[in-house]
């Protein structure tokens, strides 16, 4: 299968890109004891059912649980930059960057409500290609 340079494509396995829609966060979720994962499997690591995990769309909404600010990165990653583990509404929890917000402990509050956005990661591979990431943001 070739891949045409330019296409845009997902950061990670779970950020889905439905032709037909808006992109979305897929968990899994464990039919016998209700928790969600990030990312596929066949087990549930809490009740450690087998076979019986389903894929499921997440909400875009969430609560921040906690952040770091990053001062060092790898070189061409702008810094300071807010890491955060955001706990999903309804279950599931991601890590991903916290943008939109000053990069600043005064600003940023603990359980605050933030929303899942979509965007342009603002990388390309060799073939020309956009990886579309998800971020979080302060809840409007």
């Known amino acids: ?20 829609g808006e992109p979305y966060l897929e968990g899994h979720k464990c039919k016998s004891c209700g928790t969600i ?14 076979n019986e995990i389903e894929a499921v769309k997440l909400p875009s909404k969430g609560t921040l649980y906690s952040y770091t600010i990053v001062y060092r990165s790898f070189p061409g990653v702008e810094v300071p930059f807010v890491s955060a ?19 600043d402990p005064a600003k940023i509050e603990m359980g605050m409500n933030v929303d899942v956005i979509f965007k342009d990661a603002g990388r390309t591979d060799k073939k020309g290609n956009h990886y579309i990431s998800y971020f979080f943001q302060p809840a409007a």
């Open 1 to 20: 299968m070739s891949e045409a340079a330019g296409e845009l494509r997902p950061v990670t396995d779970y950020v889905k890109l439905p032709k037909d």
């Open 37 to 50: 994962f990030m990312g596929a499997r066949n087990v549930c690591s809490k009740c450690f059912a087998r």
């Open 85 to 103: 583990v955001v706990d999903i509404e309804g279950g599931g929890t991601v890590k991903g960057n916290l943008i939109n917000v000053d990069p």
